[in-house]
């Protein structure tokens, strides 16, 4: 079939880690996890995980394009 | 408990995810031309979407929630329901009998078994399974439904109309290959939305040492060895008292690795199904490989997190506990004017008097410190009701999982892992209605009412299918959701229907000699023993005092031959004993019949009339027996790490 699902996969969580990531710089307070003590702001590690992660599949989505799989 | 109030982040990310999924199928519909295209994916998805759809058809919520209960429930040895209960099958159904599946051409797994034996063993299997994976996928919109409602508020019939409408919109336009590829962005939606949940509860314990520390005082507490909750096999040497799952290793390796997993993974159309689109036979052969990979590594995700939240009830500063059954506000209420009037001297009387208003087990220290506390109205109402909520001495852990995410997950990582859960909802429901339909199209519509149409004709019906298996779906969601009872027995029926299956596909794919009559006749054999099984076995807890059987749905409701030490053990030894009776059977009438089918006719369906598939050619990483040896070898790495 035509579709590469790696772009929506890509394009999904890339954007939701923004979203995620955007929402723990912004919204510091209501981010923190203080699980075992410590805080840390959990949407914006979570976040950036979530876009490294959506950027791969983009970047492999791209280059399956540029070097389509012999039939 | 009040509903979780979800803030604008975490309905923008449950949004984001309906439009990505229901936009694969709009980018798909356009490719949708024939049945083929629509209910085969015309074999054409490469291997490794073929392999995370194959394990994320599986991945229902069910799994996600009741592998953290059990892990909750029984510890580390509930992975064996994938390192014994899977990858083994996996692997044999890669290595051994795709080959067949794959090379015969045959569209589903009841027209193998029409290829192979005769009409009647095609119908038996596709009328049990057509009924099954519809009731599969309404138990399950039921439990989403339920628990959206219980968890946010929601309306019940909304949300259950809701999420079976977007499945229907993306499986109606890009049919299997929609739902094949909507799980595949499932499965990493599950996989990163669980994530974090298990990161922060194992650093809230203090980390895998602590948590097997505190598990061992768990195990104690409960009368075992101090391993009984963090090791997998060595409870289970010690025999049925020695382990929380009160099985033997007999019924665990044979009964549950050998017989129900075999069953399941080898002879399951929803999740062959999957193998069965991959582009070559090679892609379709590897396709439970590249599944067995995130699969050997669940437990870690799914099991974890019950166990942690055993670890945190047993660590008072956490302030943790199991969540109780649910009590309906009214209830709450009653008991709060209970707890108001009792007289902190008579504390008897109050506990008596709460339970009852709770219609819930209480433990009675609790109730009488919350009495106490509240002397001369002290308390606020809202105080009250969280000690009695603390006080409930039931168990819900089909709740941990949940629980866990309400605990740890601020908003925003919220949203992701209720998505998350959605997620795997609705890969459950695509998956039976993507199997449901083209067993239906082909092997009932097709064979039996309509042969010899035109393709566009069966490609109309299948999507007239997908409509009717979803309001069908639905329909069986209302079902459960009235009648639990009726549920359990549907469920106890396919278990028994299921449980003889693989001895007919392992007959029939390896011994030419095997007959349809003898096939037909030794599952339906197999079927009635499993019956017969359960009517004269229960569990030791299903007794009373005097030896009567308390719920007959529990079994021995004709008479009582033998009592096992828990329903697992039970249900474990019904499949052997399933097994074997539909073996004997399948093995004597096809030796008292004669075969109705030549050795050329047989030639691609039976081990050894066919050609074996040549991998020599393919680089070792590529070749299914190389990669299933590997698997193995990684399995057994870590079973014996957790020994």
């Given at each position: 079939?035509?579709?590469?699902?790696?772009?929506?996969?890509?394009?999904?969580?890339?954007?939701?880690?923004?979203l995620?990531?955007g929402?723990?710089?912004?919204?510091?307070?209501?981010?923190?996890?203080?699980?075992?003590?410590?805080?840390?702001n959990?949407?914006l590690?979570?976040g950036a995980?979530?876009?490294?992660?959506?950027?791969?599949?983009l970047l492999?989505?791209i280059?399956?394009?540029?070097n389509?799989p012999?039939? | 408990?009040?509903?979780?109030?979800?803030?604008?982040?975490?309905?923008?990310?449950l949004?984001a995810?309906v439009?990505?999924?229901?936009?694969?199928g709009?980018?798909?519909?356009?490719?949708?031309?024939?049945?083929?295209?629509?209910?085969?994916s015309?074999?054409s998805?490469?291997?490794?979407?073929?392999?995370?759809?194959?394990?994320?058809a599986?991945?229902?919520?069910?799994?996600?929630v009741?592998m953290?209960?059990?892990?909750?429930?029984?510890?580390?040895s509930?992975?064996?329901?994938?390192w014994?209960?899977?990858?083994?099958?996996?692997?044999?159904?890669?290595v051994?009998?795709?080959?067949?599946?794959?090379?015969?051409?045959?569209?589903?797994?009841?027209?193998?078994?029409?290829?192979?034996?005769?009409?009647r063993?095609?119908?038996?299997?596709?009328?049990?399974?057509?009924?099954m994976?519809?009731?599969?996928?309404?138990?399950s919109?039921?439990?989403?439904?339920?628990?959206?409602?219980?968890?946010l508020?929601w309306?019940?019939?909304?949300?259950?109309w809701?999420?079976?409408g977007?499945?229907?919109?993306y499986v109606l336009?890009?049919?299997?290959?929609?739902?094949i590829?909507?799980?595949v962005?499932?499965?990493?939606?599950?996989?990163?939305?669980?994530?974090?949940?298990?990161?922060?509860?194992?650093?809230?314990?203090?980390?895998?040492?602590?948590?097997?520390?505190?598990?061992?005082?768990?195990?104690?507490?409960?009368?075992?060895?101090?391993?009984?909750?963090?090791?997998?096999?060595?409870?289970?040497?010690?025999?049925?008292?020695?382990?929380?799952?009160?099985?033997?290793?007999?019924?665990?390796?044979?009964?549950?690795?050998?017989?129900?997993?075999?069953?399941?993974?080898?002879?399951?159309?929803l999740?062959?199904?999957?193998?069965?689109a991959a582009?070559?036979?090679?892609?379709?052969?590897?396709t439970?490989?590249v599944?067995?990979?995130?699969?050997?590594?669940?437990?870690?995700l799914v099991?974890?997190?019950?166990?942690?939240?055993?670890?945190l009830?047993?660590?008072?500063?956490?302030?943790?506990r199991?969540?109780?059954p649910?009590?309906?506000?009214?209830?709450?209420?009653k008991?709060?004017?209970?707890?108001?009037?009792a007289?902190?001297?008579?504390?008897?009387?109050?506990?008596?008097a709460?339970a009852?208003?709770?219609?819930?087990?209480?433990?009675?220290?609790k109730?009488?410190?919350?009495?106490?506390?509240?002397?001369g109205?002290?308390?606020?109402?809202?105080?009250?009701?969280?000690g009695?909520?603390?006080?409930i001495?039931?168990?819900d852990y089909?709740?941990v999982?949940?629980?866990?995410v309400?605990?740890?997950?601020?908003?925003?990582?919220?949203?992701l892992?209720l998505?998350?859960?959605?997620?795997?909802?609705?890969?459950?429901?695509?998956?039976?209605?993507?199997?449901?339909?083209?067993?239906?199209?082909?092997?009932?519509?097709q064979?039996?009412?309509?042969k010899?149409?035109?393709?566009?004709h069966?490609?109309?019906?299948g999507?007239?299918?997908?409509?009717?298996?979803?309001?069908?779906?639905?329909?069986a969601?209302?079902?459960?959701?009235m009648?639990?009872?009726?549920?359990?027995i549907?469920?106890?029926?396919f278990?028994?229907?299921?449980?003889p299956?693989?001895?007919?596909f392992?007959?029939?794919?390896?011994?030419?000699?095997?007959?349809?009559?003898?096939?037909?006749?030794?599952?339906?054999g197999?079927?009635?023993?499993?019956?017969?099984?359960?009517?004269?076995?229960?569990?030791?807890s299903?007794?009373?005092a005097a030896?009567?059987v308390?719920?007959?749905?529990?079994?021995?409701y004709?008479s009582v031959?033998?009592?096992?030490?828990?329903?697992?053990?039970?249900?474990?030894?019904l499949a052997?004993?399933?097994?074997?009776a539909?073996?004997?059977l399948?093995?004597?009438?096809?030796l008292?019949?004669?075969?109705t089918?030549?050795?050329e006719?047989?030639?691609?369906?039976?081990?050894?009339?066919?050609?074996?598939?040549?991998?020599?050619?393919?680089?070792?990483?590529?070749?299914?027996?190389?990669?299933?040896?590997?698997?193995?070898?990684?399995?057994?790495i870590?079973?014996?790490?957790?020994?």
């Amino acid at each position: 079939m035509g579709l590469d699902i790696r772009w929506p996969i890509g394009l999904m969580f890339s954007l939701i880690g923004l979203l995620l990531a955007g929402y723990g710089v912004l919204n510091r307070a209501a981010s923190l996890s203080t699980a075992g003590g410590s805080e840390i702001n959990i949407n914006l590690i979570w976040g950036a995980v979530l876009l490294v992660f959506g950027a791969l599949m983009l970047l492999g989505a791209i280059n399956g394009k540029k070097n389509p799989p012999a039939k | 408990m009040q509903p979780i109030q979800l803030q604008w982040i975490d309905y923008t990310i449950l949004i984001a995810y309906v439009v990505f999924v229901l936009g694969i199928g709009w980018a798909l519909s356009r490719y949708m031309k024939t049945s083929a295209d629509f209910l085969t994916s015309a074999r054409s998805i490469p291997t490794w979407v073929t392999g995370l759809a194959f394990i994320s058809a599986n991945l229902g919520a069910l799994e996600l929630v009741g592998m953290a209960a059990s892990g909750a429930k029984y510890g580390i040895s509930t992975a064996h329901f994938y390192w014994v209960g899977a990858i083994p099958a996996m692997i044999f159904l890669a290595v051994f009998m795709m080959p067949f599946y794959y090379g015969s051409k045959a569209r589903s797994v009841p027209e193998y078994l029409k290829m192979r034996f005769d009409e009647r063993v095609r119908a038996l299997n596709s009328v049990a399974f057509a009924v099954m994976t519809i009731f599969a996928s309404g138990i399950s919109m039921n439990a989403l439904a339920k628990l959206l409602h219980s968890l946010l508020g929601w309306d019940y019939n909304v949300a259950l109309w809701v999420c079976s409408g977007v499945v229907l919109l993306y499986v109606l336009k890009g049919g299997l290959t929609s739902a094949i590829y909507t799980e595949v962005l499932q499965f990493f939606m599950i996989v990163l939305g669980f994530a974090p949940v298990v990161y922060l509860g194992l650093k809230d314990v203090g980390g895998w040492d602590k948590m097997t520390t505190a598990l061992h005082g768990v195990s104690k507490g409960n009368g075992f060895a101090e391993n009984a909750w963090s090791s997998a096999w060595q409870p289970l040497l010690g025999g049925p008292s020695a382990n929380p799952m009160g099985v033997d290793l007999f019924a665990m390796v044979f009964g549950l690795g050998f017989v129900l997993s075999f069953g399941y993974w080898c002879t399951n159309f929803l999740v062959v199904q999957r193998a069965m689109a991959a582009k070559n036979m090679t892609a379709a052969r590897n396709t439970p490989l590249v599944a067995a990979v995130p699969k050997m590594f669940f437990p870690f995700l799914v099991i974890v997190p019950g166990m942690i939240a055993i670890a945190l009830t047993s660590m008072p500063d956490k302030g943790y506990r199991v969540p109780p059954p649910i009590v309906s506000q009214e209830n709450y209420s009653k008991a709060v004017a209970v707890v108001k009037a009792a007289n902190a001297a008579d504390s008897a009387a109050a506990v008596t008097a709460v339970a009852d208003a709770l219609g819930k087990k209480v433990d009675a220290a609790k109730v009488g410190a919350l009495v106490a506390a509240n002397a001369g109205g002290k308390l606020s109402d809202d105080q009250i009701q969280t000690g009695l909520y603390n006080a409930i001495a039931e168990y819900d852990y089909d709740g941990v999982i949940l629980s866990l995410v309400k605990k740890y997950c601020p908003a925003g990582l919220l949203g992701l892992a209720l998505t998350a859960l959605l997620a795997s909802f609705m890969s459950g429901m695509a998956g039976n209605v993507t199997a449901f339909n083209t067993v239906f199209t082909y092997d009932l519509y097709q064979a039996y009412f309509a042969k010899g149409k035109s393709d566009s004709h069966y490609f109309w019906m299948g999507k007239v299918i997908t409509v009717v298996g979803i309001v069908l779906s639905i329909g069986a969601a209302y079902f459960a959701s009235m009648y639990n009872n009726a549920m359990d027995i549907i469920q106890l029926v396919f278990g028994f229907v299921n449980a003889p299956l693989f001895a007919t596909f392992l007959l029939g794919m390896f011994w030419k000699r095997a007959t349809g009559t003898g096939a037909f006749l030794g599952l339906f054999g197999g079927i009635a023993s499993s019956a017969l099984f359960h009517a004269l076995t229960t569990t030791g807890s299903n007794l009373d005092a005097a030896g009567h059987v308390i719920n007959g749905m529990k079994g021995g409701y004709l008479s009582v031959v033998s009592k096992f030490p828990s329903e697992m053990a039970q249900n474990f030894w019904l499949a052997a004993f399933a097994f074997i009776a539909c073996f004997a059977l399948t093995l004597v009438i096809s030796l008292a019949t004669r075969s109705t089918k030549s050795d050329e006719e047989l030639k691609g369906l039976v081990y050894s009339l066919t050609p074996k598939t040549v991998d020599h050619n393919l680089p070792a990483w590529q070749q299914p027996a190389f990669l299933g040896i590997l698997m193995l070898i990684v399995c057994v790495i870590l079973n014996l790490l957790f020994w």
